[in-house]
């Protein structure tokens, strides 16, 4: 399990943003790292337009990155995973971090041994591809 959130400024040019393109290169260091399988990877954005930055310059902006995952991986393998993601999200959104104020910003939360339900079939699908 590796579920990306990513919360954005509503004043970003979303053309620039590119987020198909974003998750597709998260996907893509998730499953790299060897610690996370394919089908069990999820990602979705949030506009944010009530949003205020710093002394609240319209102009500045912010992408928050929230990974969550579930549990068995060790500290150095996380921070590993982590410091991947977030090059892969720092490298992605360079050309808009040169163009105006932006704070880029990743926090990976590893959720605790809870009740947790879940079902797919993505698996099935996958292997039909």
């Keep these: ?32 790292t060897e610690l ?17 930055v710093a002394d609240g310059n319209p102009g500045y902006s912010f992408v928050h990155l929230q990974v969550k995952i579930g549990t068995g991986r060790t500290e150095e393998e996380k921070q590993a995973a982590a410091k991947g993601f977030f090059s892969v999200l720092s490298e992605h959104l360079n050309t808009l971090y040169k163009q105006q104020g932006m704070a880029i910003s990743l926090e990976m939360t590893e959720l ?16 039909k591809t």
């Design 112 to 127: 605790p041994v809870t009740l947790k339900y879940n079902q797919n079939n993505l698996r099935d699908y996958l292997a």
């Design 1 to 32: 399990m590796a579920h990306f959130i990513l919360e954005y400024s509503a004043n970003l040019d979303t053309t620039a943003l590119a987020l198909d393109t974003l998750f597709e290169k998260l996907h893509r260091a998730a499953v790299d």
């Design 36 to 52: 996370f399988p394919l089908a069990g990877i999820r990602s979705r954005a949030h506009c944010c337009k009530n949003f205020r």
